[in-house]
């Protein structure tokens, strides 16, 4: 309806739909029958139709129905291969070291993540 605002619903197969609304604007090129791949930006974060605020409203359907993802059994997906593991884990130990230098102003300093030596996962709080 209107109070949606404007949404994006991603038919992902036969079984799982899943929807973004009240976005400001919908990405470049996405419209009816686009193709979308895992991590491509489709809109950006607003206050459209009903909302009272800036948020993205996620649903999350099976089947045509509206359900509660969080208690979704959901099919695991694939394990990362081993030909991709050790980028993986060098992109992921950049982002850890990223995250580690996170300061939030006013309050005290604090540990967000700390790098992980190679072949030992990484300690996040």
Not at 31 to 48: D, E, F, H, M, N
Not at 100 to 121: F, M, S, T
Request: net charge positive; hydrophobic share 30%; charged share 25%.
């Amino acid at each position: 309806t209107s109070a949606n605002g404007n949404y994006v619903k991603i038919k992902h197969n036969g079984t799982y739909t899943t929807q973004y609304l009240h976005m400001s604007k919908i990405a470049k090129g996405i419209k009816p029958g686009t193709r979308i791949k895992q991590g491509q930006v489709i809109g950006y974060v607003g206050s459209t139709g009903l909302a009272t605020g800036p948020h993205l409203c996620f649903r999350f359907w099976k089947n045509g129905k509206q359900e509660d993802w969080l208690s979704e059994k959901i099919p695991p997906s694939e394990p990362i291969s081993s030909a991709n593991k050790l980028a993986f884990e060098s992109t992921k130990a950049d982002y850890m070291e990223r995250l580690a230098l996170i300061r939030i102003p006013g309050e005290p300093e604090k540990l967000v993540a700390q790098k992980a030596k190679p072949g030992v996962p990484a300690k996040s709080e």
